[in-house]
């Protein structure tokens, strides 16, 4: 084994999902009500990513062996050959509490204890307890990519609120149509290494019935913040469009149309930007305008 570099420990901390943690995390900063000090609200943020980053390192610790077997991650730094298990997993123990320590040091207690908790749930909870044990897994594992809006939000106002839980269901129940519709044409890669993925488990019938009974949930949460008043008319027209198209392409998903799953994947990832994304610039631009 060649010597680590700096790129393979950037690796472990699963940069992708990492700019999605940092995004929906901003995203609850700004919507939450008050002010905060730009250099703190980076350094908020930093401390969010950084702990996201840990639990990608601390999920590819525990999972190298099935990484090992599958097409989509047997290129993952551990199964590579670039470092060991154990140097992923000092190096995810390591940021996991220091993000949290100095979270709680320089933010609040409130924010360290949510990314405390979003650690804990995504490492013991999802990745060693219930990933290999259950087809409810990407149920349960977005449970922790939905907690970063509220830690963004608990870092401005040091509570948890309705609104903010708000935007935890949209993440959560955008999770399940998102990862499923993915599963249904990468299914062989799970059923190959023993993960009982909803395709794989229960097959592929009832996965697309359960895309569509979570897509239909996710559409009147993904409406919610307007209706709730923590958003304007742009982000309700946008967010009740975004949606039934999400909708339409979940119902095209369930009649066994062609591709619909692949497209369905594509057009989630766009969909949660989006709607994120306009909750953020409405909120911007008011306060410029105060």
């Known amino acids: 084994m060649r010597e680590a570099e700096a790129g393979d420990f950037f690796a472990l901390l699963k940069p992708r999902v990492m700019s999605l943690v940092i995004f929906t995390a901003f995203v609850g900063l700004v919507a939450a009500p008050g002010t905060m000090n730009p250099v703190m609200a980076f350094a908020a943020l930093l401390m969010i990513a950084v702990g996201a980053g840990a639990s990608g390192a601390l999920n590819m610790w525990y999972d190298a062996d099935i990484d090992a077997v599958m097409n989509r991650t047997a290129k993952r730094p551990i199964p590579a050959g670039k470092l060991t298990r154990g140097e992923a997993l000092g190096f995810g123990v390591t940021l996991s509490v220091a993000s949290v320590v100095l979270l709680g040091l320089m933010i609040n207690v409130t924010s360290a204890a949510l990314l405390a908790l979003t650690i804990?749930?995504?490492?013991?909870?999802?990745?060693?307890?219930?990933?290999?044990?259950?087809?409810?897994?990407?149920?349960i594992g977005g449970a922790a990519g939905a907690f970063p809006p509220m830690i963004g939000w608990a870092a401005v106002t040091d509570s948890v609120t309705l609104q903010s839980m708000?935007?935890?269901?949209?993440?959560?129940?955008?999770?399940?149509p998102h990862f499923w519709s993915l599963s249904l044409f990468i299914s062989k890669d799970y059923e190959k290494v023993g993960v009982p993925m909803l395709p794989v488990v229960a097959g592929v019938k009832e996965t697309r019935r359960q895309i569509l009974l979570y897509s239909l949930l996710l559409v009147p949460c993904g409406v919610a913040p307007y209706f709730m008043g923590f958003a304007g008319p742009v982000y309700g027209i946008v967010s009740g469009a975004l949606g039934a198209w999400f909708l339409y392409l979940a119902f095209q998903v369930w009649r066994e149309r062609e591709k619909a799953e692949r497209k369905l994947f594509a057009f989630s990832i766009l969909y949660l930007f989006i709607v994120f994304a306009t909750l953020a610039a409405e909120r911007l631009i008011e306060g410029l305008m105060v």
Do not use: A, D, E, S
């Open 166 to 176: 708000v935007l935890f269901g949209i993440i959560f129940l955008w999770t399940p």
């Open 120 to 139: 804990v749930f995504y490492v013991l909870i999802y990745t060693i307890w219930l990933k290999r044990r259950t087809p409810q897994n990407i149920v």
